[in-house]
């Protein structure tokens, strides 16, 4: 089975740091672009951050120079510092793989994991 899964959440302060990482695993040759997403509660799905395959980023506006993302081999980083109540979401790691047997191209989501940062 090919999956992404997320890791690291948990309820942190206002001002704090938190890291969140996500893994892919299966019958996988690379990951082309990884992505993070988030939603709120009452809010849709924004995107958070980017990473293709040479490494460039995007940020939203709303997290960039708190947030930063990184990706090494199958695993994927979102590092947020200087967290604030407005990040407050279930986050989702989004990767887009080349997966083998057969070789196929996969667009991966993770269960999602919950960020609370208190006030």
């Known amino acids: 089975q090919v999956q992404v899964v997320e890791s690291g959440g948990g309820l942190v302060q206002a001002g704090g740091s938190l890291r969140l990482s996500c893994t892919a695993s299966?019958?996988?040759?690379?990951?082309?672009?990884m992505g993070w997403y988030r939603q709120a509660p009452g809010n849709q799905r924004e995107l958070v951050a980017t990473?293709?395959?040479?490494?460039s980023t995007n940020y939203a506006a709303s997290v960039k120079g708190r947030f930063t993302i990184s990706r090494d081999g199958f695993k994927g980083n979102l590092g947020m510092n200087d967290l604030k109540p407005e990040d407050t979401a279930v986050y989702y790691c989004?990767?887009?793989?080349?997966?083998?047997?057969?070789?196929?191209?996969?667009?991966?989501w993770g269960q999602g994991i919950l960020v609370n940062v208190s006030s």
């Open positions: 989004n990767a887009a793989v080349l997966a083998r047997s057969p070789y196929r191209y996969l667009q991966l």
């Open positions: 299966g019958t996988i040759t690379k990951i082309n672009a």
């Open positions: 990473i293709n395959d040479s490494g």
